[in-house]
Nanobody, 119 residues
């Protein structure tokens, strides 16, 4: 199993980036996926989720600015990030979800891609 993120970089406030996560080694189209970020000195912060049926949901902090999508033919997950703010600066990870009762867990993670929002 492999998840490989790309697309991070340095962008000015108000700018945009699109992150990608290439998946292999499991049935991507049947998997629920998340983007999770971690800023320096802070704990993981869930950003967005995409269900196997295509439904998406977002943290309040990114709602209306970020859009998550997937290409099942290419096994790629995307995160389009618009109107970026300095507080969006973090290492961004894609991860596969699974649920134990009402608790969401993650079993596979990528290595992360750095997003820095600064003027």
């Amino acid at each position: 199993v492999q998840l490989l993120e790309s697309g991070g970089g340095l962008v000015q406030p108000g700018g945009s980036l699109r992150l990608s996560c290439a998946a292999s080694g499991f049935t991507f189209s049947n998997s629920a996926m998340s983007w999770v970020r971690q800023a320096p000195g802070k704990g993981p912060d869930w950003v967005s989720g995409l269900k196997s049926d295509g439904g998406t949901y977002y943290a309040d902090s990114v709602k209306g600015r970020f859009t998550m999508s997937r290409d099942n033919a290419k096994n790629i997950l995307y995160l389009q990030m618009n109107s970026l703010k300095p507080e969006d600066t973090a290492l961004y990870y894609c991860a596969r979800e699974f649920w134990i009762a009402d608790t969401k867990e993650y079993d596979y993670w990528g290595q992360g891609t750095q997003v820095t929002v600064s003027s």
